[in-house]
């Protein structure tokens, strides 16, 4: 397992860490690395969402106009339920 040394870290997040570590029942390192995991995997998320997002996008912009009069009909429709 890999070794991660941090600096610099200031006083008001160590001691927010510490907190959370205290209250979860974990090692501040141990603490550490589940808010790495969970930070990574939020920025994952995020990507795939935004990617998914421009697929969308794209789509839309080919597609501008094409069906737009049904579109139009569905959400009337809806609105009207």
């Given at each position: 397992m890999a070794t991660l040394h941090v600096r610099n870290v200031p006083a008001e997040l160590h001691a927010s860490v510490r907190e959370l570590a205290a209250?979860?029942?974990r090692s501040l390192n141990a603490q550490i690395v589940v808010?790495?995991?969970q930070a990574v995997?939020?920025?994952r998320s995020g990507d795939e969402a935004m990617?998914?997002?421009e697929r969308i996008r794209a789509v839309r912009l080919r597609d501008r106009g094409a069906g737009a009069?049904?579109?139009?009909a569905w959400l009337r429709?809806?609105?009207d339920r």
């Open positions: 209250r979860d029942r808010l790495l995991e995997q939020l920025r990617a998914a997002l009069d049904q579109v139009v429709d809806d609105r």
